[in-house]
């Protein structure tokens, strides 16, 4: 490319040079898109490992009321992959406890790492961390609609998956919005 090509004016609408071509007035800046798209990638990850602590709180929940050893958690999880629920009110006890504890895990993480912003134009702590698991309950309702929906055709560790992949889009469009929302500068 020569260098007449490279500074030749881009061609617009109008035929005005000072009005900017259709697909720049279109095209969102890219430091938004790449920004946002980073944003849900570390969300992502995050919510990978809050499935991982919620599975593991799960098994132990349950184990825990029954009374079952720790000594057989790889079991346990084995049986809860593979066997339909023989009492669905431990079950959805369990789920409860294991959201409990997911949900601190991933507040934690996104607040120092997912949607980390400067500490003038964040709400406190307690306020994010209240919004938080406000805005989990919704995920949580959804989690047990569908563990209990599928309880009876799909083993509780499987039905828990389903759950927790339908609560994550309740939680995740809830707390982008509420949660870590700038606050405003007063």
């Not at 020569?2 to 617009?12: D, H, V």
């Not at 995050?46 to 593991?56: D, F, I």
């Not at 809860?80 to 934690?108: I, Q």
Request: hydrophobic letters at 45%; aromatic letters at 10%.
């Amino acid at each position: 490319m020569t260098g007449a090509e490279t500074n030749r004016e881009l061609p617009t609408q109008s035929g005005d040079p000072s009005t900017p071509p259709a697909s720049a007035v279109m095209a969102p800046p890219p430091v938004i898109v790449g920004t946002g798209l980073v944003r849900y990638g570390k969300f992502l990850v995050v919510g990978l490992t809050g499935v991982v602590v919620n599975l593991a709180a799960f098994v132990l929940t349950v184990d825990s009321i029954s009374h079952t050893p720790l000594s057989n958690f790889y079991s346990s999880l084995i049986h809860l992959a593979s066997k339909t629920a023989p009492n669905p009110e431990l079950n959805l006890l369990g789920s409860a406890v294991a959201f409990a504890v997911a949900t601190l895990w991933n507040f934690v993480l996104n607040s120092l790492w997912t949607f980390r912003t400067e500490k003038g134009h964040r709400h406190p702590p307690s306020l994010r961390l209240g919004l938080y698991f406000g805005v989990s309950l919704g995920s949580l309702a959804v989690n047990e609609v569908v563990l209990y929906a599928t309880q009876t055709v799909l083993p509780p560790l499987i039905g828990q998956g389903f759950g927790i992949v339908a609560g994550s889009i309740v939680g995740f469009l809830g707390n982008a919005r509420y949660t870590f929302a700038e606050a405003s500068r007063s």
